[in-house]
T-cell receptor, first 110, second 115 residues
Framework: QKEVEQDPGPLSVPEGAIVSLNCTYSNSAFQYFMWYRQYSRKGPELLMYTYSSGNKEDGRFTAQVDKSSKYISLFIRDSQPSDSATYLCASPHSNYQLIWGAGTKLIIKP | ETGVTQSPTHLIKTRGQQVTLRCSSQSGHNTVSWYQQALGQGPQFIFQYYREEENGRGNFPPRFSGLQFPNYSSELNVNALELDDSALYLC??????????????FGEGSRLTVL
């Protein structure tokens, strides 16, 4: 079992829809959780990070962690075609490495 | 743009050959990490360098080796290339201790194809 699991998609939604992206993790020691966005032929870029349980909001993006169920979510409101990308969740395994999900490919249709 | 530059952007090698990939880190960052990303997969940690020393290593064989230079730039060397080494190789620069906030700044990667 991978430590971080993510549905690869693709997930296709119409412009303006609310998008829900999800990950599950198995390691109870994980405390910090990140969401990265990766456009085609580019490196990942950090969107948000959260610590422990709860919600964090940044503009149209909301990250949510439920440690009791080991479930991580990213919500995108008012989705735009420019949001089309692969979204990766990750958590630090140590002081030097991140453990990543496989990424979910998101397609926003105009 | 992150300020992290990688070269070359694309390259093709044959099995058994050796390859060197290069990375210039973002100004002020003292830590460089290398990740391998196979098609359709998340990045896999190869190793991290801090102050020119390997600071941690993932589950990769010794034929994957690296260097960090005094200006914090870095190289990834892979010997005896195998078909499964075909992937996007990502370099990320950060400040030490930036892992918990995920503040790694990635370059655009070097796409390696092994034939």
């Amino acid at each position: 079992q991978k430590e971080v699991e993510q549905d690869p998609g693709p997930l296709s939604v119409p412009e303006g829809a609310i998008v829900s992206l999800n990950c599950t993790y198995s390691n109870s020691a994980f405390q910090y959780f990140m969401w990265y966005r990766q456009y085609s032929r580019k490196g990942p870029e950090l969107l948000m990070y959260t610590y422990s349980s709860g919600n964090k909001e940044d503009g149209r993006f909301t990250a949510q962690v439920d440690k009791s169920s080991k479930y991580i979510s990213l919500f995108i409101r008012d989705s735009q075609p420019s949001d089309s990308a692969t979204y990766l969740c990750a958590s630090p395994h140590s002081n030097y490495q991140l453990i990543w999900g496989a990424g979910t490919k998101l397609i926003i249709k105009p | 743009e992150t300020g992290v530059t990688q070269s070359p952007t694309h390259l093709i090698k044959t099995r058994g050959q050796q390859v060197t990939l290069r990375c210039s880190s973002q100004s002020g960052h003292n830590t460089v990490s290398w990740y391998q990303q196979a098609l359709g997969q998340g990045p896999q940690f190869i190793f991290q360098y801090y102050r020119e020393e390997e600071n941690g290593r993932g589950n990769f064989p010794p034929r994957f080796s690296g260097l960090q230079f005094p200006n914090y730039s870095s190289e990834l060397n892979v010997n005896a290339l195998e078909l499964d080494d075909s992937a996007l190789y990502l370099c990320a620069s950060s400040l030490v201790g930036g892992m918990n906030t995920g503040e790694l700044f990635f370059g655009e990667g070097s796409r390696l194809t092994v034939l």
